[in-house]
């Protein structure tokens, strides 16, 4: 059975930088992708980047680029996103995603059948 796991959410101060870490398990996939998106309430669950299994290749929503950097270490099968510069309009619930078919740049929520439980990231002075 496919599980996502996230941590590394919490409480942080504007300008503040936190870690996100997703640990992909029960699968067994050559090609593949994992997302990290979020949902503030009251507001749509959106992308907010990508990461390749294969080539590295990676994809971030324009408000996070410079930001954010996502990476990935495939010998733990774990994704991170790194968020630094922290502002309150990034304060929402973080999800981590896979796609076990396709390796590639995928920002469409419809592209994951699979998903973490989410963790609070929480931005406030």
């Known amino acids: 059975q496919v599980q996502l796991v996230e941590s590394g959410g919490g409480l942080v101060q504007p300008g503040g930088s936190l870690r996100l870490s997703c640990v992909a398990s029960?699968?067994?996939?050559?090609?593949?992708?994992i997302a990290w998106f979020r949902q503030a309430p009251g507001k749509e669950r959106e992308g907010v980047s990508c990461i390749s299994n294969t080539d590295g290749s990676t994809y971030y929503e324009s408000s996070v680029k410079g930001r954010f950097t996502i990476s990935r270490d495939n010998a733990k099968n774990t994704v991170y996103l790194q968020m630094n510069s922290l502002k309150p309009e990034d304060t929402a619930v973080y999800y981590c995603a896979l796609n076990r078919f396709y390796a590639g740049i995928i920002f469409s929520k419809a592209m994951y059948d699979n998903w973490g439980q989410g963790i609070q990231v929480t931005v406030s002075s």
């Open positions: 029960g699968f067994t996939s050559e090609y593949y992708t």
